[in-house]
């Protein structure tokens, strides 16, 4: 029992593998300011009472095992971390003091997947991402 997560009248382990991409997933632009993003990930996450236990944003996708509360639906947390990592981007990165309306900085969609007993899995899949895509890349260039 000893990793499970407790709320007042629950106990609890609701772990999702989850993707989402950048709008034409614009390698140019996530590339180059990815590494500013994983701490502002990690905190958007805590609001909800969520928690990364893996994640890796890679050149044109972001992947994540995440630790979501019950009381939280899965689309609820995507789209509130989708949301405001969009709106941190336009201010901080783009030089834009109000929110702006018809332009998104990630796709509409995101996959989501339940982990049960498979979680070690999911983090290796995670860990060995960049490695595959790095692969995928330099195949396409012959």
Not at 38 to 60: P, T
Request: net charge positive; glycine share 8%.
């Amino acid at each position: 029992m000893n990793n499970y997560n407790k709320l007042n009248h629950t106990t609890w382990d609701c772990k999702s593998h989850l993707i989402w991409i950048p709008k034409y997933r614009k390698k140019v632009i996530y590339g180059s300011l990815r590494q500013y993003w994983g701490e502002v990930l990690r905190e958007l996450a805590l609001q909800k009472e969520s928690n990364i236990i893996e994640g890796h944003l890679m050149g044109d996708h972001v992947h994540l095992l995440m630790s979501i509360p019950p009381k939280y639906a899965v689309s609820q947390v995507v789209g509130y971390i989708k949301g405001k990592s969009a709106i941190h981007i336009a201010r901080t990165y783009a030089g834009r003091r109000n929110n702006f309306t018809g332009q998104n900085f990630w796709a509409r969609g995101y996959f989501a997947s339940t982990v049960g007993r498979d979680e070690e899995t999911v983090k290796q899949y995670i860990k060995k991402q960049e490695e595959a895509d790095r692969r995928v890349d330099e195949l396409k260039l012959f």
